[in-house]
Each structure stands twice: as C-alpha cells, then as structure tokens.
C-alpha cells in the first residue's frame, strides 16, 4: 500500500525559502511519476512539479525558476525547495504518487493531508 507524508510546511516571509518533503512507503520515487500540487482557498488544486524517470522535471510556469524537486538517493523522500516565495504562493501543499502513472505531469492519485504554506509580506 502506498502512503505518504508530508512535512516542512509553514510560515515564510515573501521572498523567502521553504522546503517542504515528502516521504513515501511501499513504493519508491523511481518507480513511477511523482508529484507536488498545491491548493489555495477558492481554488482549484494545481499541479506544482513533477519527477519521474521519463520526464525528468516538470514545473508549473508560476514556479518555474523558483521552486526545485529532488528526491533522495535512496528513493523515499521527495523534497519542494522554495524560493523566491510569492505572495501569491500560499496553499495547503501536498505530494501525490501512484503504482501506475509514468508520466508527467499527472492529476495525481494517492493523497494524505497535505502541509500549510502561508507566505507574509
């Protein structure tokens, strides 16, 4: 069964860096296609980066420049950096992965409770 953990949500003053992470069990991050999405209040969750052996790197344009993903080398724990944080970059954050999409970027699948980012001007 696949789960997932994320932490490393929080306060960040606008301009700052945050790195958020995400561990992952019963599957590892070479596997298949993972993910970070975001969601702010009213909105729509978005797609934010994605990794995966095919595609590599996938950014959102409104990150793109700013925010890095990376995995460990031991394929558990995928980590966001942060930079150069927005205002308009506060959203409840959360990484998403499956045990069967390849590709990115992706809708994402399996879920858990996701990690606050709240940015301060």
Known sequence: QVQLVESGGGAVQSGGSLRLS???SGITLDDYAFGWFRQAPGKEREAVACISRS?????ADAVKGRFTISTDTDKITMDLQMNLVKPADPAVSSCSGSDYILRCPFEGYYWRHGTPVTVSS
């Open 55 to 59: 595609d590599g790197r996938w950014y």
């Open 22 to 24: 995400c561990r992952v």
